[in-house]
């Protein structure tokens, strides 16, 4: 059955509990509070937040929205008046350990009342220190899920990962990319539109299994002072990307969309020093000499 | 004598060297340290930073930089092709004591090759606490500043400060405003070129005697655990203004400047927590109702 916008937005709410109890599990101490908030154009959300033992901040959004095309969208698609509707789930988990990278992931599906509509979304990984071998077997385990689907997608998602989740004012990106994907629909694609939500809900539903491996590899490491500066340093390039170059933050905060909800992305300290400088040959700089290559080598 | 672009570059780095000499006093243990510069297509500047005693991390630049006008400009300023010359002083401090205010100021020159040429600047105070007497006060010295040159200034560029330095998304303004102009040319103004020079310069040399009440006022008082908190959470509404809101930190971003200069006022540390609740009655819940107003009211 094809499925229509109240079957993906039901799926996608499944989809944030499912993750939800996962996220409690790996953190084994933490509770999500709820919010639950309503839009005055139409719809509403539910977001959570968990502060844990292993999760620093961590969120979990729900929302489906609807109403008039606010006339940014319009602009930016090129689009005569109309409606729309757009459902989807976004996570961010800002971990305590310095070791532990920063991961985060969005599925959404967008519908025009003109009859189009498309999947988006992404996963990306943003470790405060690059561990290759974890940075690939992330990629490896992306690709796996990716070729359930379609044998194109990795190979045409990791690049436009590595090209979205980029600082351009620091030479940097993010962290060691994953995958992105924006305007998925049966016209563009081999699937059709079932073909493609199974795609974003058997992403959402790896995440937690993409993610558990980092944790329980690094939770019980020592931690020094320098990895703790660290840390809160390359958080503040993590807030520079979203609050200047991320388009789903800009997109919110310019609709009037919920605040809260759009910035549980931002970590719970971050720091800012001038010029900050590495030590020659350390941890730091290795990180550094990764994330200023423009795209992760992958290598594998 | 009608100033030249190379008298008033002069008078800029003028006002960089004494503004960073008194602020050295006013700290009592900092130094600055310099980096100068060079911008590939022309011009540079002079980069100071401070990690002092009061003042924990401080910046203050001077720039002088000239060229092809970047695309972005032309099309804001709807100019054909043409180069621009630039010169200008920058501030931000942000002190360790959460009951003095962050500071910020900036006096600019802009001129065109086509013959056009304006002023633009202004300068506010963010205290993480709001003191209404010392908020005042500031307002009042800086209605005196502007009445030594126009009495119109004041009046005009106190609400142009209240509109520009607000942040939509938190319905808050960055803090208890001050004053903000620009393109102020002698076809726009009373005054001529020399006297719009002369006000500048006159703001930009009472800068340290604005903030050096602000500072002794405060210094010594105890700080709470509660007030360092709060402190970091509403330097994270800086860093939010600065980096979704602030035309010129947007423009520098997209034009290629200098990152260090221009994110040199980001504060050293900041955070963020999810929908952040304040005690009812208490002063952080005052301070939240004076920056919804949307203004800073007077009545002094």
């Known amino acids: 059955m094809r499925p229509n916008k109240e079957n993906i937005e039901r799926e996608m709410r499944s989809l944030q509990d499912e993750i939800c109890i996962e996220i ?28 844990g033992e292993t999760i620093e901040k961590g969120g979990v959004n729900f929302s489906a929205v609807y109403g008039p095309t606010p006339k940014k969208i319009l602009n930016a698609l090129h689009l ?3 409606d729309f509707f757009a459902t989807g789930v976004s996570i961010v988990l800002h971990p305590r350990h310095p070791l532990i990278p920063i991961i985060h992931m969005n599925v959404r599906y967008f519908e025009m009342s003109n009859g189009s509509y498309w999947f988006g979304g992404g996963i990306d990984l943003t470790p405060h220190y690059v561990n290759m071998k974890e940075a690939r077997q992330f990629h490896k385990q992306l690709q796996e899920i990716c070729d359930r689907h379609d044998p194109t997608f990795y190979q045409r998602f990791k690049p436009w990962a590595d090209e979205y989740f980029y600082l351009p004012h620091r030479g940097e990106n993010r962290g060691v990319g994953g995958i992105f994907f924006d305007r998925l629909d049966e016209e563009s694609e081999e699937l059709g539109k079932g073909q493609l939500l199974d795609f974003v809900l058997d992403l959402g539903r790896q995440f937690v299994r993409l993610y558990r491996p980092l944790v329980s590899n690094n939770r019980d490491l020592p931690i020094t002072q320098d990895q703790k500066d660290w840390q809160y340093h390359r958080r503040g390039r993590y807030v520079e990307f979203n609050l200047v170059w991320d388009k789903g933050t800009k997109f919110g905060l310019d609709t009037g969309g919920r605040t ?13 020093s001038y010029d900050h400088e590495v030590k020659e040959g350390g941890p730091e700089e290795h990180t550094l000499n990764i994330l200023q290559l423009g795209k992760f080598p992958l290598n594998h």
Do not use: V, Y
């Open 260 to 272: 809260e909800s759009i910035l549980m992305s931002l970590p719970p300290r971050a720091a800012w």
């Open 80 to 82: 005569e008046e109309c």
């Open 24 to 51: 409690e599990k790996l953190d084994g101490k933490g509770k999500f509070r709820e919010d639950q908030w309503d839009r005055k154009e139409g719809g509403g959300g539910r977001t959570r937040i968990l502060e």
